[in-house]
């Protein structure tokens, strides 16, 4: 193992696969393929591995460059590009990914004259918007769209997508997915074509497939923050028959001393533009730690002690009220904490934080 510094990213791939496997088998049960997720781990291939091994059906990422390491890697699974393509960038994405979300029709043509160029067949998922407000056509365009793609050689129209609780927070429901049901069989009785895949959304469409509400047309999810840190992403509370324990962030204590809980003096915007709350708690033993806002989203940790209280930080110092902490603390101790999904995807982004890989399942 790696000399251990901080700050560090601890993984636990043995966990994740636990709640792949549970993730996995109860979509499978509903007739649903997974495209497991790899994004918010920057798709490490320890737990890349991992995901393939539990069962999953594609590997899927927003970024072609974590694409050509899966395949660099020698994964046997299919590959899905989740970010539509940029223009520009055509020709890495014929060959890193053999399956692409898609909605702006030039772009599409564009995949096509790389493909063609390739001499090869690039698959597609023609998002549609359901009222979430991010990527995909708009509902009345879809037959126009959908007949100027399906006459575009090398490339092949798979099926249609949609994305909810993303941007607008729109919850994925019965009728939302009726809605995309709706639209495909439209589609394919007034343009005579097939399209076999209903790719109906991510970790937010999973409290709809526990409830069995899920209508039986929807085949396809893209599954990321559920299996990776084992939450109900509609309300982060944790999602039956998984772990929590899957990731723990680690950062050192860098100064310790006893300050008011208030600023002394006539206040301003913070570094960031902000104007912090502050609440007065009296005179209390305040810890500095080894990581900031360039490395995390210091609002979606939860310290591993209870006791302590995440105050907040600038881009290299996290500042924590540690007077309730349960053990005695000093200058050079180390303090852990469980990521959000935010605060995970930062950490596993910067290169200023260390990723571990622990073995083994055990609890914390």
């Known amino acids: 193992m790696s000399k251990l510094f901080t700050p560090r990213l601890e993984l636990f791939p043995e966990r994740i696969a636990e709640n792949a496997r549970a993730i996995i088998h109860l979509c499978h049960d509903h007739g649903i393929q997974v495209a497991c997720v790899g994004k918010v781990v920057c798709a490490h291939p320890v737990i890349m591995r991992a995901l393939e091994e539990s069962g999953a059906d594609l590997l899927a990422d927003s970024r072609l460059e974590n ?48 493909a063609m160029a390739a001499h090869s067949t690039h698959k597609v998922i023609l998002m549609v918007d359901l009222g979430d407000l991010r990527e995909g056509i708009w509902p009345s365009r879809l037959d126009e ?18 994305n909810l609780a993303c941007y607008g927070g729109v919850i994925p429901t019965t009728e939302k997915m009726q809605q995309l049901i709706d639209l495909r069989d439209q589609s394919e009785t007034s343009l005579g074509i097939r399209l076999p895949v209903l790719c109906a959304g991510n970790s937010a469409n999973l409290p709809l497939l526990l409830a069995d509400k899920m209508p039986p047309q929807i085949n396809m999810l893209r599954i990321g923050e559920t299996i990776l840190l084992g939450r109900n992403v509609l309300d982060r509370s944790p999602f039956p028959g ?123």
């Open 67 to 114: 694409l050509r390491s899966l395949r660099q890697n020698g994964t046997t699974l299919p590959l899905m590009l989740l970010r539509i393509p940029t223009p520009s960038r055509v020709e890495e994405v014929i060959h890193a990914a053999d399956i692409s979300l898609v909605s702006d029709l030039e772009t599409i043509k564009k995949i096509s004259a790389a």
């Open 145 to 162: 769209v959908l007949r100027a793609i399906t006459r575009l050689p090398g490339i092949e129209v798979n099926g249609l997508g949609c």
């Open 242 to 364: 998984t772990r929590q324990d899957t990731a723990r962030l680690v950062a050192e204590i860098i100064e310790l001393e006893r300050k008011p809980s208030v600023p002394i003096g006539e206040r301003g915007q913070d570094a960031f533009g902000g104007t912090p709350e502050f609440v007065d708690r009296g005179v209390r033993l305040r810890a500095i730690c080894n990581i900031g806002r360039q490395d995390v989203v210091i609002d979606n940790l939860t310290p591993e002690d209870p006791g302590i209280i995440v105050l907040g930080g600038s881009s290299d110092h996290l500042l924590l009220d540690v007077q309730d902490a349960q053990q005695p603390l000093a200058v050079g101790d180390e303090v852990a904490f469980y990521p959000g999904y935010g605060a995970l995807l930062a950490a596993s982004t910067s290169p200023y934080v260390q990723k571990i890989i622990i073995n083994g399942i055990s609890s914390l």
